[in-house]
């Protein structure tokens, strides 16, 4: 076996297709050991979103107005006859949104640490102002004939994702009066997502604006940390938002995108402006304070819900996106793996063409493997160093291993240095393609092409029938009988 594969080129090649594939084993060995280092640093994060804080949500401020709507109601007996008039009645809330509300914030970047995984946290410094118009009391729809409404004090009502990230109590003002904010908002159904929240009932001077029908202005200055990803949900008829930070690589995202924004190296700046005729936040919002309408039907089929249910209403974001990923920058790179090892081998075959000279398979098994360990190597330092230090560093250290692993095999250091100078552009335009992530697929293409009519033009004179034919044994001596 062995003789033929060093007599027969035909033979060779198909070794070499065949080692190709035994070296992907290793190669997928390595993108396993990345998918559960991804895996972990999820997990860091999931971690300090359930210790600290998680991603925030921010909805508000808004005005729920409970209120006890009561009739009467028929009283009969057993033969339906009817014997008299009972009292009934429900408490309910009305709610009503801003007029206008803006956002004018800034989110300082931070990062935090769960072992060797750092995690992008923010805090948001915001004020929030706008208004509440006059209140009209034929608005509110009566659900029973003949009921009468009776308004209780309103409450200005907040909530974000994940109140633990509230740096301090928010200073609410409305009407020009300091409100003070209490746990909780009372009067929602238990499986309200907004119940969880805080609330302040109107003073004595903003209940009176509110008695006389008159608009009711607020401002609402707010600190509040967060992982990773702001979101903000336009409630109001006229929604505006204004933040800025000094995080260069942000990601907008969410129903609503940035109407101006502007990213530099020194961070970024944008506007949002959404209008309630292009969004169902609203919907959404009134849906949560009813208690989602779907409690009916979930008893209807034996699923009891308890406790506050997920919530996701229509808003738009803002994330603190990572510059580079190393897990999924290190992923890519072994993508290109058996490619990788591919022309590698390839130019070893060429040397062994060209130069006449005879290369083991366990000589190509080392070198495949070299490269194979390279990504290894790669994902290690990258959990260490910048990205483009621990690439370099890999590199470097596969290329110095080949260079001085060929320069003993083909018996020349101008060889080895050869050879070495051909897998550093490797690595080089490996690079390119992980850097350039919107042109990989042309870069990739365009580096495969090359190689390929660099290979051809190499052997188009070669008689492949020649040197895959053995040599012939030489004629047997005449033996003289005498």
Not at 153 to 177: E, I, Y
Not at 178 to 200: K, M
Not at 240 to 249: E, G, I, N, Q, R
Not at 259 to 277: K, M
């Amino acid at each position: 076996m062995l003789q033929l594969l060093k007599d027969s080129m035909l033979a060779k090649v198909g070794g070499l297709l065949l080692l190709v594939l035994l070296l992907c084993i290793p190669l997928a060995e390595i993108d396993r050991i990345n998918n559960e280092r991804g895996d972990s640093q999820r997990e860091a994060a999931a971690e300090l979103a359930a210790t600290y804080a998680g991603p925030q949500t921010v909805v508000g401020p808004l005005l729920l107005v409970p209120y006890v709507e009561r009739w009467m109601e028929p009283l009969r007996d057993a033969q339906g006859k009817v014997i008299g008039q009972e009292a009934r009645s429900k408490e309910m809330a009305h709610v009503v949104f801003p007029d206008k509300l803006h956002i004018e914030g800034s989110m300082t970047p931070q990062q935090r640490y769960r072992g060797i995984f750092k995690i992008p946290f923010y805090t948001l410094d915001a004020t929030l102002s706008g208004g509440f118009a006059a209140f009209d009391p034929e608005a509110v729809a009566h659900s029973e004939p003949d009921s009468k409404i009776e308004f209780k004090t309103p409450l200005v009502a907040f909530n974000v994702s994940d109140l633990r990230g509230l740096d301090g109590s928010p200073a609410l003002t409305v009407n020009g009066a300091e409100l003070r904010l209490r746990q909780r908002v009372p009067g929602l159904p238990d499986d309200s997502w907004f119940a969880n929240g805080i609330h302040a009932p109107l003073g004595a001077a903003a209940l009176a604006a509110w008695q006389t029908r008159a608009p009711l202005p607020f401002e609402m200055k707010l600190s509040l940390v967060g992982q990773d990803t702001l979101s903000m949900v336009p409630i109001a008829e006229e929604t505006s938002a204004h933040l800025k930070s000094p995080w260069a690589h942000p990601s907008f995202g969410g129903r609503f995108l940035a109407a101006q924004r502007e990213v530099t190296p020194q961070g970024f700046d944008a506007h949002w402006r959404v209008s309630s005729l292009v969004s169902s936040a609203r919907e959404q919002v009134r849906a949560d304070l009813a208690g989602r309408g779907d409690v009916a039907a979930a008893s209807a089929n034996g699923n009891v819900r308890a406790g506050p249910q997920p919530f996701n209403p229509q808003s738009f974001d803002v994330s603190l996106a990572q510059p580079i990923n190393v897990y999924s920058m290190s992923t890519r790179a072994g993508k290109y793996g058996a490619l990788f090892i591919g022309l590698v081998l390839m130019a070893a075959f060429m040397f062994e063409l060209f130069r006449k000279l005879r290369l083991h398979p366990v000589q190509y098994g080392l070198v495949g493997l070299s490269i194979a360990i390279f990504f290894l190597l790669l994902l290690a330092l990258s959990e260490k160093l910048a990205f483009w230090l621990a690439y370099a560093g890999a590199a470097g250290a596969s290329v110095l291993l080949l260079g001085i692993y060929f320069a003993a095999v083909l018996g020349s250091w101008k060889r080895g240095a050869g050879f070495a100078a051909f897998v550093a552009v490797l690595y080089g335009a490996l690079y390119g393609l992980l850097a350039s992530e919107s042109n990989a697929l042309l870069l990739g293409a365009l580096l495969i092409f090359g190689m390929l009519s660099a290979l051809m033009l190499m052997t188009r004179k070669v008689d492949w029938y020649a040197l895959s034919r053995r040599p012939e044994a030489a004629p047997a001596a005449l033996v003289d009988p005498t």
